[in-house]
């Protein structure tokens, strides 16, 4: 069974702080997309990396893919309270095209 | 621009009521996709259809039923609904072409929240 599993599942920090969130699995993946969720909204996608160790940049978030293909992490550099949110990995299910499992997410809070 | 549009958007069941979720997209995209969210699981798949007339069963298919009726529309039933069912369900849909790896980005509704007493 293919699984994602995401660390820490919460984490409140003040802002300005830093902070890594992970996404583990024991399986391989041909991709890896990160979302974010808003309470009361659906995911919306940040970013997909395709790559065993592609590293991607989207203003303070970096996303990196690991070279096995097996885990990913974002970074998050001075938090802002905007980056309050669900952040969610997700991957195709093997052999199932089109086919995305999600993780269970990381709840971040940020405040000011 | 409405994207992927859900409804109701709020409903409350009794044990053994029927009821159908609602989805319509308006992108033309070939794949749709029924999800539900609980609490400390993330979202998991139930059903999902690359193209009008095909449908597929996910991680947890049991319980529902699926119709893609055209291309834009997709909907979800409850034939018996359990409390087990009460969920935060989502909608969505992406470009991705069957056969093809990658799912491409998906595009959620708001979701609707279910409650079954």
């Known amino acids: 069974t293919q699984l994602l599993e995401q660390s820490p599942q919460f984490l409140s920090i003040q802002e300005g702080e830093n902070l890594t969130v992970y996404c583990n699995s024991s399986?391989?993946?041909?991709?890896l997309q990160w979302y974010r969720q808003e309470p009361g909204e659906g995911p919306v996608l940040l970013v997909t990396?395709?790559?065993?160790?592609e590293v991607k940049k989207l203003k303070r978030l970096t996303f990196q893919f690991g070279d096995a293909r097996k885990d990913s992490s974002l970074h998050i550099t001075a938090a802002q309270p905007g980056d309050t949110g669900l952040y969610l990995c997700?991957?195709?299910?093997?052999?199932?095209?089109?086919?995305?499992?999600f993780g269970a997410g990381t709840r971040l809070a940020v405040h000011p | 621009n409405a994207g992927v549009t859900q409804t109701p958007k709020f409903q409350v069941l009794k044990t053994g009521q029927s009821m159908t979720l609602q989805c319509a997209q308006d992108?033309?995209?070939?794949?749709m996709y029924w999800y539900r969210q609980d609490p400390g699981m993330g979202l998991r798949l139930i059903y999902y259809?690359?193209?009008?007339?095909?449908?597929d069963k996910g991680e947890v298919p049991n319980g529902y039923n699926v119709s893609r009726l055209n291309k834009r529309e997709f909907s979800l039933r409850l034939e018996s609904a359990a409390p087990s069912q009460t969920s935060v369900y989502f909608c969505?849909?992406?470009?991705?072409?069957?056969?093809?790896?990658?799912?491409?980005?998906?595009?959620f509704g708001e979701g609707s929240r279910l409650t079954v007493l």
């Open positions: 399986s391989v993946f041909s991709s």
């Open positions: 997700a991957g195709p299910f093997s052999g199932g095209y089109n086919k995305l499992i």
């Open positions: 990396v395709v790559t065993g160790g």
């Open positions: 992108m033309n995209h070939n794949s």
């Open positions: 969505a849909s992406s470009e991705a072409v069957y056969g093809t790896v990658h799912t491409g980005e998906l595009f």
């Open positions: 259809s690359a193209s009008e007339g095909t449908t």
